[in-house]
């Protein structure tokens, strides 16, 4: 059974830094893509970040650059995304997505999904 268990988020306030987790089990870590999207209340859901786990590639949504990294770790199969430099505009569940493609990423559609985790930033 394939599972993205998260943990991680909270409140924080604006410029401050969040680290999300992301564990995997049930599919070969090492060929997935596994990555982050959020949803604001009222908002559709977007992509944020994505690893490929084949070649270690990382993309960003322009609204993240330079501000959020993401990253993994082989030995706990486990993805993070570091979130520096938040803001008010960046409130919103997040939510750990994998695939077998990474295409999906650009549709919203990754076949596997964590349960989702609350980060808020206050002014």
């Known amino acids: 059974e394939v599972q993205l268990v998260q943990s991680g988020g909270g409140l924080v306030q604006a410029g401050g830094s969040l680290r999300l987790s992301c564990a995997a089990s049930?599919?070969?870590?090492?060929?997935?893509?596994i990555g982050w999207f959020r949803q604001a209340p009222g908002k559709e859901r977007k992509w944020v970040s994505w690893i490929s786990r084949a070649d270690g590639s990382t993309y960003y949504a322009d609204f993240v650059k330079g501000r959020f990294a993401i990253s993994s770790d082989d030995a706990k199969n486990t993805v993070y995304l570091q979130m520096d430099m938040l803001q008010p505009e960046d409130t919103a569940t997040y939510y750990c997505?994998?695939?077998?493609?990474?295409?999906?990423?650009?549709?919203?559609?990754?076949?596997?999904w964590g349960q989702g985790t609350q980060v808020t930033v206050s002014s």
């Open positions: 997505a994998a695939d077998y493609d990474a295409w999906p990423f650009l549709t919203g559609t990754p076949t596997h």
């Open positions: 049930g599919f070969p870590f090492d060929n997935y893509a």
